[in-house]
């Protein structure tokens, strides 16, 4: 392939234009709050629909069913990478946002199993395939649009703002179910409140949708559709030439997912491990996630300077060094518990931050959407969206109380491994080929 894009500049002025962010943005936020709801009420979740007497059980099968959604990602990654990568991006990431969105608020719909019987859940694990469909062309898309479309020398900036939507996203989501389940009695909470937020997903998609098809594709994919790069069969010419890459992308998407899903499983290890009230807990998860939401733009600024490499070898060590202190500080006292999520939350957010550029380096124009969409949804699915079930399991199993900071000590440990052997791409054009 030519190398068309060392002639074409992202972008002609120092920043991005304050329409395209939004646009990206909101349509990030919208599919980052909607799949994050289900994760945040999962307590309430396991007594409407799969009611036991074994809360455990109970929570293993909610979980579970949060795993259908990321088990579906990697189908949605490949049909929205291809389209992504055939017809354009801003197309498809319209599609992507309608079809999360309604799947979401048919979610805030659902008779309950008392009401319903069996037909519930089923409808359930449904609707959360349909979001995990949707979610799996999500972030590749709006990653590849911010990327190519952002000045060479700030890419790493721009390119956290697929992250740093994800995690504000979730931290709105906490915040609403912190308003709620102290605004509201336990009762009212479990028969009609959990399903407020999932009934915004209509108007707050619909106005992502909008804002969506108003962008225009980036000059770098334009300029690879016009020269003939595009392939007709992204997925075979990606798994062709570009199978160590997507190998490496997805080792250091390990410890950032796994993190990232840690945040939404606060609460419920919160809740029935430690016997923290709901209000608490979710309070504390809050200030987790708005560590980790300001250590990312400053983690992605440091990356444009010194490289995306070293910020990541230095974030994943230092998340390995400090995961088991939090764990041991969350069953301390209540400063001692906030501190712990403050840690927690930053060592996620900083490693975030320079992975997301560094990971839509990694490929070239015409594959991008493609790459990331396939290699951010394998190793979510089997590292990110099954951690809640897998720290359930392993607790169920153990009966050790500090057992998941070892899970993420490995997973940190996996991405330390997966950046010492990437190559450094800050400060050099996108690849061509």
């Not at 007497?53 to 909610?62: I, R």
């Not at 937020?197 to 300029?223: H, S, T």
């Amino acid at each position: 392939m030519a190398d068309s894009q060392s002639s074409v500049s992202p972008v002609s002025k120092a920043s991005l234009p304050r329409r395209t962010i939004v646009a990206v943005a909101i349509g990030n936020f919208v599919e980052w709050f909607d799949f994050a709801l289900y994760a945040i009420f999962a307590s309430i979740i396991a007594t409407v629909f799969f009611p036991s007497d074994n809360e455990l059980t109970s929570l293993l099968t909610t979980f579970a069913v949060f795993g259908v959604a990321i088990v579906a990602r990697p189908a949605g990654a490949l049909l929205f990478g291809h389209l992504g990568d055939r017809m354009g991006r801003s197309r498809t990431l319209s599609t992507v946002i309608l079809l999360m969105s309604v799947s979401t608020a048919l979610i805030g719909l659902l008779p309950s199993h008392a009401t319903a019987g069996a037909i519930a859940p089923v409808c359930l694990v449904m609707l959360r395939v349909f979001q995990g469909f949707a979610a799996g062309g999500e972030y590749g898309g709006a990653a590849s649009y911010v990327l190519e479309t952002a000045p060479p020398e700030r890419r790493g900036l721009y390119a956290s703002i697929a992250i740093w939507t994800q995690l504000f996203a979730v931290a709105v989501g906490l915040l609403t179910g912190t308003l709620l389940s102290r605004s509201l009695t336990a009762d009212q909470l479990a028969s009609w409140g959990w399903r407020l937020p999932f009934l915004l997903a209509l108007p707050l998609g619909a106005v992502g949708l909008y804002m969506r098809r108003k962008l225009e594709d980036p000059a770098v994919f334009i300029a690879a559709s016009t020269s003939g790069e595009v392939h007709s069969a992204p997925l075979a010419a990606l798994l062709r030439g570009h199978g160590r890459d997507l190998l490496k992308v997805v080792g250091l998407v390990v410890y950032g997912t796994s993190g990232a899903y840690l945040l939404l499983y606060l609460p419920t290890y919160s809740q029935t491990i430690l016997e923290v009230s709901p209000g608490t807990s979710f309070g504390a998860a809050l200030a987790a996630l708005l560590a980790a939401t300001a250590s990312v733009p400053v983690s992605a600024a440091v990356s444009d300077r010194i490289g995306r490499r070293p910020c990541l070898l230095a974030m994943s060590m230092i998340a390995t060094v400090l995961m088991y202190p939090a764990f041991l500080l969350l069953h301390g006292d209540s400063a001692a518990y906030l501190a712990a999520h403050l840690v927690i939350g930053f060592v996620v957010g900083a490693y975030a931050g320079p992975m997301s550029a560094a990971i839509a380096e990694a490929f070239p124009t015409a594959l991008r959407y493609s790459g990331l969409s396939v290699g951010y949804g394998v190793a979510t699915s089997v590292f990110g969206g099954m951690t809640p079930l897998a720290l359930t399991a392993l607790l169920g199993a153990t009966g050790n109380q500090l057992a998941p900071a070892w899970f993420f000590i490995a997973t940190a440990l996996i991405s330390f491994g997966a950046a010492w052997v990437t190559a450094e791409t800050a400060g050099k054009p996108l690849r061509a080929s």
